[in-house]
């Protein structure tokens, strides 16, 4: 039996989405008429996918009108197996059947003990035999604020570097992290200081303008320098923190080669190297951790979406030399969902036994192939880019002037469009990147060949609406 043909019998759709030639059209329902009058001004999703949603299974949602939809976002990648898999009720009702403590602050229980052991036996060994782990509040933004206390108080330092185009979270900590300007221009000054920001290794957007592996090399003599020159004007940071995958940022993969030199120099300065898996672990980019592709060892994980099976959980694993930190350095009432912590075994152990990282590799070279295919009659799609079943496709204006690489420009007017066309299709798919100029695909890992072949049609046909409209 194939991982694919195990998975979907594991886990059978029982919505059957509408074909992808039904053209749905969107009016203000009561719920969202409700929910535009009611909820913050910083509400974000319902305003690009305006769905009120009623029902879930596997990779389709169905919302209050009937409609059905092919979800792609899956929680920002929170859906590892999808919308209510099988394996993951089953471990929720278990919790409830034997009326085990819900809540337990950062006391032990067996649910809890068994979550570390599964956890650390994903670890390469490496990293495994001397792990420590901190269970944080339920959201990626406070484990990132607990990896930024941890590295600052074990090494005495404070500046952190971080790299244009990174997402770290929300919160201030976090938010002093992040590349993008849009969401920290109406603050002004941060609670947190110290963070000087570095070129990532952006290969079809070169920030030297170079790209390939002399762009690779100029980029770590970059850090370097930066890191031994005393006239740098820079502190020797507490820690370098990166996305070996960039997500809200485009969907941009570090070199690999790259990712081994930034490990290598940090390693030499004796400056702690935090690798933010919180989107990209758990088989997402077919690896159990984007960083083995690289085949190092991080000082620091910083994780959560997939490792609550869908609800909310966040852990910071690092090396046991940075464990310098005392009693309650870092604390959150919500930090023992056990829940979360029994559908995250689940999700763990279903995602080893099925071979779901194969499964993500074989279906984001079906899906990239596809796009390759589709980007021949379409200039407009710039670049093709991801690992596993984590793509991202930058749209372009091919009519624009060519860059220094000589790419055309980003098409910020496009991907909307695009966007629209595809929901208009049963296709929900989210935009990130500069001027949000990249489509992102971030389907549940247990997406079938079919249904990969099903999301490559619409969104071509999505392409053909609206380069049309332009």
Avoid at 72 to 100: F, K, M, P, W, Y
């Amino acid at each position: 039996m194939s991982v694919a043909t195990s998975l979907i019998e594991d886990q059978p759709a029982r919505i059957v989405p509408t074909p992808a030639e039904t053209l749905y059209q969107f009016n203000e329902s009561p719920l969202l008429a409700r929910q535009n009058q009611q909820e913050s001004n910083a509400r974000s999703y319902p305003r690009r996918i305006p769905l009120a949603l009623k029902r879930a299974k596997g990779i389709y949602v169905e919302d209050v009108e009937g409609r059905h939809f092919i979800d792609c976002l899956a929680g920002a990648g929170t859906l590892a197996l999808g919308h209510n898999h099988a394996v993951v009720i089953e471990a929720i009702r278990q919790v409830l059947s034997d009326e085990l403590p819900l809540h337990t602050l950062d006391l032990t229980t067996p649910v809890k003990d068994q979550f570390v052991q599964d956890l650390f036996g994903l670890l390469p060994p490496a990293l495994a035999a001397e792990a420590k782990i901190q269970f944080c509040g339920p959201t990626g933004t406070d484990a990132v604020e607990a990896a930024l206390k941890l590295v600052r108080t074990a090494t005495g330092r404070s500046t952190v570097l971080s790299f244009q185009g990174g997402y770290h979270g929300m919160s201030q900590g976090a938010l002093s992290l992040m590349g993008s300007l849009g969401p920290k221009k109406p603050l002004g000054a941060l609670l947190s200081s110290g963070v000087q920001f570095m070129p990532y290794p952006y290969d079809y957007r070169c920030p030297f303008g170079l790209g390939g592996a002399q762009g690779v090399q100029v980029n770590l003599n970059y850090l370097e320098n930066l890191l031994n020159d005393p006239e740098a004007g820079v502190q020797l940071p507490a820690a370098v923190i990166v996305e070996v995958v960039q997500g809200e940022g485009g969907v941009i993969p570090a070199d690999l080669d790259w990712l081994r030199g930034v490990r290598r120099i940090t390693e030499k300065a004796g400056v702690a190297l935090i690798v933010d898996e919180i989107q990209s672990g758990f088989a997402r980019t077919g690896k159990m951790f984007a960083f083995e592709h690289a085949g190092i060892i991080p000082d620091v994980v910083v994780m959560s979406k997939a490792i609550g099976g869908s609800l909310p959980l966040a852990v910071v694993v690092y090396r046991d030399w940075l464990d310098t930190w005392l009693p309650g350095a870092h604390a959150g009432t919500f930090r023992g969902n056990q829940m979360a912590m029994a559908a995250g075994s689940a999700v763990m152990r279903y995602l080893v036994e099925h071979k779901v990282c194969e499964h993500a590799t074989a279906m984001g070279e079906r899906l990239s192939g596809h796009l390759r295919i589709l980007q021949r009659d379409f200039p407009h799609m710039g670049d093709i880019r991801g690992r596993g079943l984590m793509l991202g496709v930058e749209l372009v204006d091919p009519s624009g002037a060519p860059d220094a690489q000589g790419h055309a420009p980003i098409s910020a007017a496009l991907a909307p469009l695009v966007q629209r066309e595809c929901l208009k299709r049963g296709l929900i798919l989210e935009l990130g990147g500069r001027h949000g100029g990249v489509v992102r695909f971030l389907p549940p890992l247990v997406i079938t060949a079919a249904e990969i072949d099903q999301v490559a049609g619409i969104f071509g046909r999505a392409m053909t609406a609206a380069t049309a409209s332009l």
